[in-house]
């Protein structure tokens, strides 16, 4: 199975919302569409999935091409970020009315029923309604929903946008098992730059309806190819150092140290991070974070320095990578 996205746009009242947008996902492989809010990842899914049309390029599925197709002709597993379950059916109702429109006999429903509940924890709630359910709880159910489909590829949403923190980290290592386990290409929205990284093969970043850049995530974080990306991608973020010569230079908290040969600067504020500390300091080229383990103990002043092969280099006009 394969998604092959090529030069895909929507334009709403003259403005273009995405353009030229193109991308593939192949067999078993999930691309995150990452990017700030507003960017078009939710609308770049919902060309895909049909339920919007697009103005311009081509979608395949499965080399078919299914741009003027409706969506139930697609073959596409979508949860969406409203949930969008039925009311007055309980859990097990819910997930087992796709099952029955395809034809799956009773005892396969059952089987596949009971092995969703489990792996999204929700075997204690099949007799629920989802008024009577949390949101977290509702987005878990939205979810196994869609992975019961026998889809062609799947589309998610948002799926962990109202789960806790705990239970995110719980369930990405069972979702990417049981989402990777499977051939279909897998492409997920998030605004979670933690969410996208843990889970996605690759990553496409989206600013104002294009896309900035596609790349694992080693690579986007280890060589950005613009200032958006590197400010993007990385908690803490980049540091911008002032321009010189035409060029904006870049260097990550976790790159500057501690040197006695290097330039004063003084500490403003610190954080704690549990296995490392985040400290903020102010120098004469600006405020710099900078990260150390956290049996460190600094004083209000001292001297700080990095390698240059850790400096990150971009054009002061365009954004755009040097090297």
């Given at each position: 199975?394969?998604?092959?996205?090529?030069?895909m746009g929507?334009?709403?009242?003259?403005?273009?919302i995405i353009?030229?947008?193109s991308?593939?996902v192949?067999?078993?492989?999930c691309l995150?569409?990452?990017g700030?809010?507003?960017?078009?990842?939710?609308?770049t899914?919902?060309?895909?999935?049909g339920?919007?049309?697009?103005?311009?390029?081509?979608?395949?599925i499965?080399?078919?091409d299914?741009?003027?197709?409706?969506?139930?002709?697609r073959?596409?597993?979508?949860v969406?970020?409203?949930?969008?379950l039925?009311p007055?059916?309980?859990v097990s109702?819910?997930?087992?009315?796709g099952?029955?429109?395809?034809?799956?006999s009773?005892?396969d429903?059952?089987k596949?029923?009971?092995?969703?509940?489990?792996?999204?924890?929700?075997d204690h709630?099949?007799d629920?309604l989802p008024?009577?359910l949390s949101?977290?709880?509702?987005?878990?159910?939205?979810?196994?929903?869609a992975?019961?489909?026998d889809a062609h590829?799947?589309l998610l949403?948002?799926?962990?946008s109202?789960?806790?923190?705990?239970?995110?980290?719980?369930?990405r290592?069972e979702?990417?098992k049981l989402?990777?386990?499977?051939?279909?290409?897998?492409?997920?929205v998030t605004?979670d730059?933690?969410?996208?990284?843990?889970?996605?093969?690759r990553?496409?970043?989206?600013k104002?309806?294009y896309?900035?850049?596609i790349g694992?995530?080693?690579e986007l974080?280890?060589?950005p190819?613009?200032?958006?990306v590197?400010?993007?991608?990385?908690?803490?973020q980049?540091?911008?150092?002032?321009?010189?010569n035409?060029?904006?230079?870049?260097?990550r908290?976790?790159?500057?140290?501690?040197?006695?040969?290097?330039?004063p600067?003084?500490?403003?504020?610190?954080e704690w991070?549990?296995?490392?500390?985040?400290?903020?300091?102010d120098?004469?080229?600006g405020?710099?974070?900078m990260i150390?383990?956290?049996?460190?103990?600094?004083?209000?002043?001292?001297?700080?320095s990095?390698d240059?092969?850790?400096?990150?280099?971009f054009?002061?006009?365009?954004?755009?990578r040097?090297?």
């Open positions: 199975m394969t998604l092959n996205v090529i030069n929507k334009c709403i009242n003259k403005k273009w353009r030229d947008i991308f593939d192949k067999d078993g492989e995150a569409i990452l700030p809010s507003g960017c078009g990842k939710s609308t899914l919902r060309l895909i999935a339920l919007d049309k697009a103005n311009q390029g081509k979608i395949y499965n080399g078919l299914v741009t003027n197709l409706s969506p139930v002709d073959q596409v597993g979508m969406f970020q409203s949930y969008a039925f007055h059916l309980d109702s819910n997930l087992s009315l099952l029955k429109i395809r034809g799956v009773l005892e429903q059952t596949k029923i009971t092995s969703i509940l489990s792996i999204m924890q929700l709630l099949s629920r008024s009577e949101g977290g709880q509702r987005q878990r159910v939205a979810l196994a929903r992975l019961l489909r590829v799947y949403d948002e799926p962990m109202n789960l806790d923190a705990q239970l995110r980290e719980t369930l290592p979702l990417r989402v990777l386990n499977r051939e279909q290409p897998v492409l997920y605004h730059q933690q969410e996208a990284m843990a889970m996605a093969d990553i496409a970043i989206l104002d309806g896309i900035e850049q694992t995530p080693e974080y280890k060589k190819g613009s200032i958006f590197a400010n993007f991608i990385g908690r803490p980049i540091n911008m150092l002032p321009i010189s035409g060029v904006i230079k870049a260097i908290p976790e790159h500057i140290y501690i040197d006695n040969q290097g330039f600067c003084k500490l403003v504020h610190k991070l549990g296995i490392n500390q985040l400290f903020f300091l120098t004469a080229i405020p710099i974070r150390c383990e956290s049996s460190v103990s600094l004083p209000q002043e001292i001297n700080i990095w240059e092969k850790n400096v990150h280099e054009n002061a006009n365009s954004g755009k040097c090297i």
